[in-house]
């Protein structure tokens, strides 16, 4: 793949949709979120299409707070999955990355203020017009024990929200995959906050 990465998501849409595409423009994975569901089942696809599934990301529980979301290959092979660490939550996006049972990777906001001001901002008349263009929360990706191998930050828009993702280290094929559908489901889950 070529970074860094441009992932869209659809603000205006009745159906939650993102899109990843690499410096290029080619579409990477395309997912179009199903509404009212208990259970979380998303289909990720390699275009607009869906012409072609590449992953299943399905949650371990019904409507939870802290449900992990297993990633598994058209073939129902586990490659990874993702948890939102509960309360630690709450103050400060934390999710971990797992490959196996292991922890392979942490998901953390960069800094937790800009969400606060943001939803400040967005309760003031006319605030909620400019909040997508001023507070843009940055994520950071980091290896177990070592440093940052991937950033997403939120690009300032008015009618969409657009995120570009940079690789900062070297990662395998499989843990970039894990990653990527990490930030998706993670974006899914924090749409709400900012």
Do not use: C
């Given at each position: 793949?070529?970074?860094?990465?441009?992932?869209?998501?659809?603000?205006?849409?009745?159906?939650?949709?993102?899109?990843?595409?690499?410096?290029?423009?080619?579409?990477?994975?395309?997912?179009r979120?199903?509404?009212?569901?208990?259970?979380?089942?998303?289909?990720?696809?390699?275009?607009?299409?869906?012409?072609?599934?590449?992953?299943?990301?399905?949650?371990?529980?019904?409507?939870?707070?802290?449900?992990?979301?297993?990633?598994?290959?058209?073939t129902?092979?586990?490659i990874?999955?993702?948890?939102?660490?509960?309360?630690?939550?709450?103050?400060?996006?934390?999710?971990?990355?797992?490959?196996?049972?292991?922890?392979?990777?942490?998901?953390?906001?960069?800094?937790?203020?800009v969400?606060?001001?943001?939803?400040?901002?967005?309760?003031?008349?006319?605030?909620?017009?400019?909040?997508?263009?001023?507070?843009?929360?940055?994520?950071?990706?980091?290896?177990?024990?070592?440093?940052?191998?991937?950033?997403?930050?939120?690009?300032?828009?008015?009618?969409?929200?657009?995120?570009?993702?940079?690789?900062?280290?070297?990662?395998?094929?499989?843990?970039?995959?894990?990653?990527?559908?990490?930030?998706?489901?993670?974006?899914?889950?924090?749409?709400?906050?900012?």
């Open positions: 793949m070529q970074y860094p990465l441009d992932f869209t998501f659809k603000f205006w849409s009745l159906t939650p949709q993102m899109t990843i595409a690499d410096a290029q423009g080619n579409p990477l994975f395309y997912v979120q199903k509404i009212f569901k208990l259970k979380e089942v998303i289909n990720v696809f390699a275009d607009v299409e869906r012409s072609q599934e590449l992953f299943t990301i399905k949650a371990d529980r019904i409507i939870d707070f802290s449900a992990r979301y297993n990633f598994s290959d058209p129902g092979k586990v990874g999955a993702v948890k939102r660490r509960g309360m630690k939550s709450l103050w400060k996006a934390h999710f971990d990355i797992f490959d196996g049972e292991n922890i392979a990777f942490t998901i953390e906001e960069e800094n937790p203020w969400k606060v001001i943001d939803s400040l901002v967005a309760d003031l008349p006319f605030g909620s017009f400019v909040t997508g263009y001023l507070f843009n929360p940055t994520y950071l990706v980091s290896r177990s024990g070592a440093g940052v191998v991937m950033k997403l930050s939120k690009r300032p828009t008015f009618w969409s929200r657009k995120f570009i993702i940079h690789q900062v280290d070297q990662v395998h094929d499989r843990e970039q995959t894990q990653i990527l559908l990490s930030l998706m489901m993670m974006i899914l889950l924090e749409r709400g906050r900012g």
